[in-house]
């Protein structure tokens, strides 16, 4: 057990419909960083949030959102969904924003777009 | 670029030792980590290596560093079935604070 949260374990949704999910990280972890893992495209960085701003961006879609909250639980919002954005979503989590430090992954929420 | 590249596939027999190799384009990274993941399941973070490092031992696993090269390759000694996993190399880069991965190698163990 890495210490990361991801809710919901699954999720199916209609495509055209916007979802959320959530990460609590680590007690103690204050960067967070959501990672697209699909079949075609391997796995992807997309955001990461540190103490509550906006530490670094990848591969992240204008209709993706992030937001990390007051209580670093942080959560990443799909909308106007495509059969592509099946997937599944991965948070990390790792003490220090910088480089020096480890970050420990979750179980991952899959998404289905049907 | 940023790429990282990994063969897909790598079978061995139980008890052998696997090589599961890497390689990188930014000599500029400074850790570099194996990342395994086991089916229906998250990442977990097996190992990493400092840029500065050759190589690291940890029980069954060493990781051998080639900066000139830019490889990386992690050996698992004594091959189990319960080492069946896909096995992710990463790179972390100094001039940005992102985490690029290879595409994963699926290690499967005949017995």
């Known amino acids: 057990d890495s210490g990361v949260t991801q809710t919901p374990k699954h999720l199916i949704t209609a495509t055209g419909q916007r979802v959320t999910l959530r990460c609590s990280p680590r007690?103690?972890?204050?960067?967070v960083y959501w990672y697209q893992q699909s079949l075609d495209q391997g796995l992807q960085f997309l955001i990461q949030?540190?103490?509550?701003?906006?530490?670094a961006k990848g591969n992240i879609l204008e209709r993706f959102s992030a937001q990390q909250f007051p209580d670093l639980h942080s959560e990443l919002n799909l909308s106007s969904l495509e059969l592509g954005d099946s997937a599944l979503y991965f948070c990390?989590?790792?003490?220090?924003?910088?480089?020096?430090?480890?970050?420990?992954f979750g179980q991952g929420t899959r998404l289905t777009v049907v | 670029g940023e790429d990282v590249e990994q063969s897909l596939f790598l079978s061995v027999r139980e008890g052998d030792s696997s090589v599961i190799n890497c390689t990188y384009t930014?000599?500029?990274?400074?850790?570099l980590y194996w990342y395994k993941q086991e089916p229906g399941a998250g990442l977990q973070l097996l190992t990493y290596i400092f840029s500065n490092m050759d190589m690291k031992q940890d029980q069954r696993l060493t990781v051998l560093l080639n900066k000139k090269d830019k490889h990386l390759s992690l050996r698992i000694a004594d091959t189990q079935t319960g080492d069946s996993a896909i096995y992710f190399c990463a790179e972390r880069y100094s001039s940005a604070s992102k985490i690029i991965f290879g595409s994963g190698t699926r290690l499967s163990i005949r017995p």
């Open positions: 949030y540190y103490n509550g701003e906006e530490r």
């Open positions: 990390a989590s790792s003490v220090g924003g910088d480089l020096n430090t480890e970050a420990f």
């Open positions: 930014d000599s500029s990274s400074t850790y």
């Open positions: 007690s103690g972890d204050l960067s």
